[in-house]
């Protein structure tokens, strides 16, 4: 490996781009803040908020905290002030940061694709219901997320997390945000290979080290070794995707640059093959392209995925291999695109006779209360263990064979189906105006009603058909790579009010024709209106699709009108 010190410069030998102007890149000399985001983690590394929360804020109580910390340092530790209740989305973007802050916080607690067990399962429920009002969401990085955590019970919520193998560490922040792993790694009968070593060793190695504490911006990774790809490769800044060297045998592609939010763009493939045992170097070769020389001015440029496409992904290889890595990888033809996502929803058989069974929460939303229950079953059961999955769903492993149908009865007793509708199990939802002080609508509850209106109308749909919700254009739902994509915005009704409503993506993609949704021009719907149009258009799509045609593949040929959803065809009888 390369020396990676902050202080190394790159040899002479690599001709790097340099953009027009400085964009704060510290391998060009550029180590001067260029904004209070950069000043703040200059003047103190994030993670020695850690102590400080331990030994003088969790003591001292709320009104103690340094508003650098509060507002920025406390996101590395996977904190961050939720949303003062009762402040409607029209003043989201007019009130400071202060303004909307509460005196509780949100807390992320990493799984980064572990298997979590029975006692696991067990302290995450016991958290929500004793420190965080029984809340509990599944998110669709793998997390679990709580509300309304006071700063003073933070030590013994860490306490109780450590002894269960779990941490809040970089959770949030200018850091290395929470892994997505592939949630039947180890065991499904199709897996190509087992990437769950490889993202243990990055979490030993660089999570919570003073290397990689200060990016800048977000840095989100993804490792599968399943075939279906079940980790949204596309949409994260680096990703590890299983392939096949036909003299090597199982290794990894590696792809760069993916991410969301105003400015979309999907991942680039290296189309290499790396061994599982240097997944941990090339990763940290990559994260140390993008603290380096990833652009630091602007906040809403310092995502790798600029720095990507102005290099270009040959560059950027180079780059890689030249300066962070010291050898050249292995060229091999990026592996086929699976059709659509898996995600592992119902019973599947594992390569050692058991079986897994993949559950689905509404829209994420669990609580602490439910994950003791299932905590629960797991025990009762003899199951090994559940992981959580990038769709906002659980999976749980290791189910004998003649235990999943009286399993799968207790599951639905519940609240978590291992058989949901197309709705409940294709519909995701962000956070929302409820408790995330970047959202402009409510997200959660509009989801579930949504879901409950479709299944009436639409019990026995034939085709997946995926509904993605965001309360605001940061697409943590990834909205542009759903069949409907429903981004957070105010709109006008018909009286020329002023509501809640969202923009339209429609026929987004990972996998097989991965591309982002289609927009139509000035086109907005209320929320009210919401149900009536997803049906109208589900309707058009009914009545018009050719034999065995993907919804997306419909919204690339479809006439606007079917799209605008003002009128629905006549259904197929």
């Known amino acids: ?118 006692a696991a399962v067990r302290t995450l429920g016991q958290i929500g219901v004793d420190f965080a009002r029984d809340t509990a969401d599944v998110t669709d990085r793998q997390n679990i997320q709580y509300h309304w955590i006071d700063i003073v019970d933070v030590p013994e919520i860490w306490e109780r997390l450590d002894a269960v193998g779990l941490h809040s560490t970089e959770a949030c922040g200018d850091s290395p945000r929470p892994f997505l792993g592939s949630p039947v790694a180890g065991v499904a009968a199709d897996e190509i290979i087992d990437g769950t070593p490889a993202l243990a060793e990055i979490e030993r190695r660089y999570i919570g080290h003073k290397d990689f504490s200060n990016l800048p911006r977000k840095f989100k990774t993804a490792v599968t070794g399943h075939p279906s790809q079940d980790v949204s490769p596309e949409t994260n800044d680096v990703s590890f995707v299983a392939s096949v060297h036909p003299e090597h045998g199982p290794g990894f592609d590696v792809w760069v640059g993916g991410g969301l939010a105003t400015n979309p763009m999907l991942a680039q493939k290296l189309g290499v093959w790396i061994p599982l045992d240097e997944v941990a170097d090339v990763w940290s070769g990559v994260a140390g392209i993008f603290r380096d020389y990833g652009y630091r001015r602007l906040r809403s440029r310092a995502r790798l995925k600029f720095l990507v496409a102005d290099w270009g992904v040959e560059k950027f290889q180079e780059v890689l291999e030249n300066e962070y890595l010291g050898k050249k990888l292995v060229n091999l033809e990026s592996p086929a695109a699976p059709v659509g996502h898996r995600d592992h929803i119902g019973v599947h058989p594992q390569k050692d006779g ?68 197309n709705w409940r199990r294709n519909t995701m939802a962000c956070t929302g105006i409820e408790f995330c002080k970047l959202a402009i609508v409510d997200t959660k509850e509009r989801s579930r009603a949504l879901i409950a209106e479709l299944e009436r109308r639409f019990p026995d749909l034939d085709t997946p058909i995926t509904v993605n919700v965001n309360g605001c254009p940061n697409a943590c739902a990834r909205t542009q790579v759903a069949d409907f994509g429903l981004k957070g915005q105010l709109v006008l009704d018909d009286d020329g009010n002023q509501v809640e409503g969202f923009q339209v993506h429609l026929g987004g993609a990972t996998g097989l024709g991965a591309s982002f949704g289609r927009k139509l021009r000035a086109h907005k719907v209320t929320s009210e209106g919401l149900d009536d149009y997803v049906s109208n258009v589900v309707t058009n ?33």
């Open 1 to 118: 490996m390369a020396d990676l010190r902050y202080d190394s410069q790159p040899p002479q030998h690599t001709d790097v781009p340099r953009p027009r102007r400085a964009e704060g890149q510290w391998a060009f000399g550029y180590r001067e803040p260029l904004n209070k985001n950069e000043e703040s983690k200059k003047n103190d590394d994030p993670l020695n908020v850690r102590d400080r929360i331990l030994y003088v804020y969790s003591k001292r109580g709320f009104d103690s905290i340094d508003p650098a910390d509060l507002r920025g340092r406390f996101r590395w530790m996977g904190l961050y002030t939720q949303r003062k209740p009762g402040i409607d989305g029209g003043r989201t973007g007019a009130l400071e940061e202060e303004e909307l802050d509460d005196r509780y916080f949100m807390l992320r607690v990493r799984s980064d694709g572990k298997l979590l067990s029975p």
């Open 354 to 421: 058991k079986f897994y069974v993949g559950v689905a929460p509404t829209v994420g939303r669990v609580s602490g209360t439910l994950l003791v229950q299932l905590a629960d079953l797991l025990e009762e059961y003899g199951v090994d263990g559940a992981r959580l999955t990038p769709y906002q769903k659980i999976v749980l492993i290791g189910v004998a064979g003649d235990k999943v149908d009286e399993l799968i009865g207790r599951l639905d007793e519940i609240g978590l189906s291992a058989r949901p509708s």
């Open 541 to 573: 799509f009914l009545a018009d699709r050719k034999d065995d045609e993907r919804f997306a593949d419909w919204v690339a040929r479809a006439d606007e009108e079917l799209l605008r959803g003002d009128k629905a065809l006549e259904p197929v009888s």
